[in-house]
């Protein structure tokens, strides 16, 4: 009789041909304590901690932890319940007036997780005659949230307007609702996307536009409302979804709208309807951090300054890294037995990174992903640069310093 | 419409031909995946570029029933004759 296994055969393959090279097995990485939101223990030693997409820091929040502590304390631990029957207190409501006020919207629908909100607005907006247009290099939340829905789905090449424009003008149907879906920014690559010209795509097209900003909240734009804020078209973005796993340290998605019909979208939405909501302490803690967030804009500046300064070092290094200086920097590498050994190296010599294998990457070449922390001090980038320097020799990288 | 199946079809082997990792001897029979050694992303990436040349949008869940060079050719060709 067939294994219901034998399917994983070749990824048992792959995992341990991936396991002999570096000696360890990427994916099962335990952070034994957490120290600071910059350090953690790592196989008993202290690591710095540059994968954790943790850009303010706010997973330790005091606010956010007093908060977390006393909804737990008042309301107990958990709502035991979908937020259409009995999972929504008091205290989800009263986040999702927090949020929609802070994008300036109607209204918010919060999530239990940031997969979910993609998941459920996608697979709930866009129904069968509706065509969806994706960006090729969405993430896989966006994409199972299109499999999800009964409607046609089409990409077009990575942050090309010119393409997304190509292919709804080839689409020719009159009479179907198209929804684009892109993001801020990508969290392989840290890639923006050229939101000014997605939006005018949109208005001459006549179709909706969803933004996920899960990289781009707190981070982008002069309140930190990401990417549409940064370029001035938020009001020609429909939807935005994203999540509090990045900028506010905690877990659970949110989309906001001006569209009075999101009211509804509750009552169509799987993802949102057949789960449990978030726990009281969750959402405090998120409410908190956001407040947080908002008092100190300076953690904005200081996440962008120590990503310039990250990215600067790489380049002097003569690593390939992103182009475009955001909190993700991705250094590609050319070949996986380079990015194996290499990977391995910088988590013995203290530092942690995402390692990217293809076929998750975009190019078909593996990343050294990293993301950058307001809470980083400079010394502990220069220390993380040094340390990668180290690693590139000892693994034997081809290094092409450029002059400073 | 001047596409036919046995027309696009050699459109997409010529596009694949262009691919050094690709083995020389492939005809419309071949499985894309399994013979072809493509991997969703692969595969998916290369139906853009078909669809470039053809003028055509073929959409994801079209690619799921998809196995065979021949079926993405009468897949494009089923497509354009309802454009």
Redesign the interface.
């Known amino acids: 009789m067939t294994s219901l296994f034998s399917k994983f055969e070749g990824l048992a393959g792959a995992l341990g041909s991936v396991v002999a090279a570096g000696g360890r097995n990427p994916f099962a990485v335990v952070i034994e304590k957490p120290i600071s939101s910059t350090v953690g223990v790592i196989e008993g030693r202290e690591t710095l901690l540059f994968g954790t997409n943790n850009y303010l820091g706010l997973s330790q929040s005091e606010r956010a932890i007093k908060a977390a502590q006393e909804a737990a304390a008042t309301c107990g631990v958990g709502t035991t319940g979908s937020r259409i029957a009995n999972g929504t207190q008091s205290l989800h409501r009263k986040l999702e007036r927090q949020i929609a006020d802070f994008f300036e919207r109607r209204d918010a629908m919060v999530f239990s997780t940031g997969y979910q909100a993609n998941l459920g607005m996608i697979s709930a907006l866009a129904g069968k005659d509706d065509y969806l247009i994706l960006d ?1 290099d969405s993430h896989a939340s966006i994409y199972d949230g ?2 999800l829905s009964a409607a ?4 077009f ?1 990575h942050n090309s307007p010119d393409d997304l424009y190509k ?1 709804l003008k ?3 149907a009159p009479n179907s609702a198209k929804l684009i879906v892109v993001e801020g920014i990508y969290s392989m690559t840290g890639n923006v996307a050229p939101m000014a010209e997605f939006a005018a795509v949109k208005r001459e097209t006549g179709a909706y536009l969803m933004v996920d900003e899960a990289h781009s909240f707190g981070v982008l734009g002069e309140h930190g409302r990401g990417a549409a804020e940064a370029e001035g078209v938020e009001a020609d973005v429909d939807f935005i979804v994203g999540t509090f796993s990045k900028s506010l340290g905690t877990v659970g998605g949110y989309c906001v709208s001006d569209h009075p019909e999101l009211e509804l979208v509750r009552l169509n939405c799987r993802p949102y309807m057949f789960t449990a909501s978030l726990p009281p302490e969750v959402i405090a803690a998120t409410g908190a951090a956001l407040e947080d967030m908002i008092a100190q804009p300076e953690l904005r500046r200081q996440l962008m300054d120590n990503a310039a300064h990250l990215h600067a070092g790489f380049t002097k290094l003569g690593l390939n890294a992103s182009k475009r200086v955001s909190p993700v920097i991705a250094v590609t590498l050319e070949t996986v037995e380079q990015a194996i050994p290499m990977w391995n190296r910088l988590l013995e010599l203290g530092v942690y990174v995402n390692l990217s294998l ?2 998750a990457t975009p190019d ?1 070449r593996p990343l050294l992903r990293c993301s950058v922390m307001a809470t980083h001090t400079a010394e502990q980038i220069d220390q993380a640069l040094a340390v990668f320097g180290q690693a590139a020799q000892e693994c034997g990288v081809p290094l092409q310093p450029c002059a400073a | 419409m001047s596409e036919t199946v046995e027309s696009v079809s050699a459109l997409i082997i010529q596009k694949l031909l262009a691919n050094p990792k690709v083995p020389r001897d492939i005809d419309g029979n071949c499985k894309i995946m399994e013979d072809l050694a493509f991997d969703s992303l692969a595969v998916m990436n290369f139906v853009m570029e078909v669809e470039d040349s053809l003028d055509v949008s073929v959409p994801l869940d079209k690619l799921a029933d998809i196995r065979t060079i021949n079926d993405l050719a009468a897949c494009i060709v089923d497509l354009k004759n309802k454009g």
């Open positions: 090729a299109s499999r046609q789905v089409i990409r090449r292919r080839r689409l020719d293809p076929p078909s």
